[in-house]
């Protein structure tokens, strides 16, 4: 979230169309690392904070404005609230501030709020997703403020960091903790939708004590306790619960080098959209670097990348009936790209094995299990790619007794079986109160008074679970 270790790491720009004609902002809008230019008035926003004496915020300049908002990394002390002891001890933590405004006179960003405090509220309860500490809303300025722990690298600033050892292990590790996490927001009908490298919040645990070793072993494989690795999905303002009435949502979401397809062609998505960000994610991993780089702001460009590596794009697709039908007009830029192909069918094995120059060397020797993975995340027609539910069965997450020196139930396997009768449980509780907090029949065409409304009731409701959550660990 706040881990910014290359000038390669860049927020999502407006992008061109697959004709290029839109043209993306001036790069003097952004700052060295891609991100917006934060002004005064942005930093005056975390004033209210200060004034309560329990904040204590770092350098500005290391601040990261995005679309959806601004985070800042600082210090809380705050105390523990517990129903059994009247005696609290100040604590002070690391924390990463996320504040967010004009949702009081933009319908537009009340919406996004909305839907953003519904998922947040579904989640709050479930192992891959950021831990949500505090939420403020402050009707004076007009800001909300979410409060959550300081997590030090994401998988864009890890995949990079040649100090750090990855192994398949690993990788598998941090893939199913992700896989986990997106199976659950789809069961609730939820996509993401801008699932990328930096919103996927990795802490790096090192050491040999036992607290070091707990979910190291059974989470990322080690037995040694010296690394682990807890993925924490984060960044949920473009997320939103789908409707089954609804025939039209945003088109452009996701940052461009992790946008799938039917994005880049301007079709309709869903669930399959974030499993290819994901699957993007994984090839990131594996190679140390972005997989799908190309030109930002140019999609053109970025659908010549896709299938450069990934090799031609069917025009069946094409065709009544199938996926991209609604995008028939451009079959004949994607015949036209399919014609310069260096090479006829996929290069995907052999990209991501390849080194890159500016990158820590890739991982070698990667098992043919978590390439056919990959590829199975990687499918041109979202009807074809895989869930994440069907992802989890996959033999990469469940070697077999003795392969690889397998001699006992593998950490991993046992991880996913685990989380998976626990989102179940937690499934069948957020299902049963579903109608009291449903919001997706909102839309921009909602009058801004009522989704005011949703946001007090929403800001009231998160407050209160997080609340009750804090004392249930006091």
Sequence with gaps: MLTVNSADDVTMMPSASIDGSLAPLRTDDYGPLGYLRLSEDDLALFSELD???????????????????????????????????????????????????????????ALRLCRELSTWLDLLRVDSFVELLDVRLSRLSGTIFYVMPFVPYTVRSLSRDDSIVLTEQAVRSIVAQVLL????????????????????????VRGTSEAATTRADETSGNTDGRVEFRVSICDFGMSRMTCPSEKFMTRGVVAQWYRAPELL?????????????????????????????????????????????????????????????????????????????????????????SASVSSPPSLKGVSKEAFDLLEQMLQFDPDQRCTAEGALTHPWFHPRRGDKGQ??????????????????????????????????????????KELDANIDRLVKELSQQVQTMREAVS
Aim: aromatic share 8%; hydrophobic share 40%; net charge negative.
């Design 181 to 204: 996490g997106i199976r659950f927001m789809h069961k609730r009908s939820i996509l993401h939708r801008d699932l990328w490298s930096a919103n996927i919040l990795v802490d790096v």
């Design 265 to 353: 062609l301007d079709v309709g998505y869903g669930p399959a959209s974030d499993m290819w960000s994901l699957g993007a994610v994984f090839g990131e991993l594996l190679r140390r670097d972005v997989l799908f780089a190309a030109a930002v702001g140019d999609q053109y460009a970025q659908t010549e990348q896709l299938l450069t590596i990934l090799g031609p794009m069917p025009l069946s697709l094409f065709e009544p009936g199938k996926a991209f039908a609604s995008s028939s007009k451009r079959a004949s830029v994607i015949q036209h790209l399919n014609q310069q192909l260096a090479s006829p069918s996929s290069i995907l094995r052999e990209y991501v094995s």
């Design 51 to 109: 004034h309560t004496g329990e904040f204590v915020f770092d350098d500005p300049s290391q601040a990261i404005k995005g679309a959806g908002g601004i985070v800042r990394r600082g210090k809380w002390n705050y105390t523990p609230a517990s129903a059994n002891d009247d005696d609290h001890t100040p604590t002070e933590i690391t924390v990463a501030v996320k504040v967010i405004r004009g949702f009081t006179t933009n319908p537009n960003i």
């Design 407 to 448: 001699n006992g139930p593998d950490p991993i396997t046992v991880y996913i079986q685990e989380q998976l009768a626990a989102q179940d449980r937690e499934l069948i509780t957020l299902n049963s109160r579903q109608a009291a907090l449903d919001v997706a029949t909102l839309s921009v065409n909602t009058p801004l």
